[in-house]
T-cell receptor, first 115, second 111 residues
């Protein structure tokens, strides 16, 4: 069975500092990995994905994520945080061995960027 | 704008009632997914349809049902509503095995 964990409920970062939002996963086969962001009263927006290839994936709004197979992690990063990055971030995983397309989401990490 | 539309945006109803939520996927997407988001449960996968057929089932209650129509829009039916069913309900769509694109959600309040 696939699962994903976001160990931090909340992350606080000062504006201009680098940010990291952590995610670890568990799958039987190879993973598809995703990051989504949710702003207040909005649906989830796709940020980036890892399927195969380069372990560093670049996405929207200057975000990137690093896939680490040995640590089963897919942490979201940004070199310089903006106040507008404050939102709820979800990591998600799909197991490539599964016949269905079900994606499992983590519980979310609330990111606060302090001005 | 993701291209996924959901109606209505807000729904207020009473316990024991039945409601229908509607979703139109992005043009060309054959898969539709339904999720429930509540404060204490996070984002819970309910069910997936692919080209009119059920593909995967998650934590969907027996009181809930869904279907996908030939024009690919989908409806989620919630019946015998309870207070605990109050939540945000999201629909998402995707091409096969691609990333999912989410609609703006329907906020259901059961009084």
């Amino acid at each position: 069975a696939q699962s994903v964990a976001q160990p931090e409920d909340q992350v606080n970062v000062a504006e201009g500092n680098p940010l990291t939002v952590k995610c670890t996963y568990s799958v039987s086969g190879n993973p598809y990995l995703f990051w989504y962001v949710q702003y207040p009263n909005r649906g989830l927006q796709f940020l980036l994905k890892y399927i195969t290839g380069d372990n560093l994936v670049k996405g929207s709004y200057g975000f990137e994520a690093e896939f680490n197979k040995s640590q089963t992690s897919f942490h979201l990063k940004k070199p310089s945080a903006l106040v507008s990055d404050s939102a709820l971030y979800f990591c998600a995983v799909r197991d490539m061995m599964n016949r269905d397309d079900k994606i499992i989401f983590g519980k979310g990490t609330r990111l606060h960027i302090l001005p | 704008d993701s291209g996924v539309t959901q109606t209505p945006k807000h729904l207020i109803t009473a316990t024991g009632q039945r409601v229908t939520l509607r979703c139109s996927p992005r043009s060309g997407d054959l898969s539709v997914y339904w999720y429930q988001q509540s404060l204490d449960q996070g984002l819970q996968f309910l069910i997936q349809y692919y080209n009119g057929e059920e593909r995967a089932k998650g934590n969907i209650l027996e009181r809930f049902s869904a279907q996908q129509f030939p024009d690919l829009h989908s409806e989620l039916n919630l019946s015998s509503l309870e207070l605990g069913d109050s939540a945000l309900y999201f629909c998402a769509s995707s091409v096969t095995r691609g990333e999912q694109f989410f609609g703006p959600g329907t906020r259901l309040t059961v009084l």
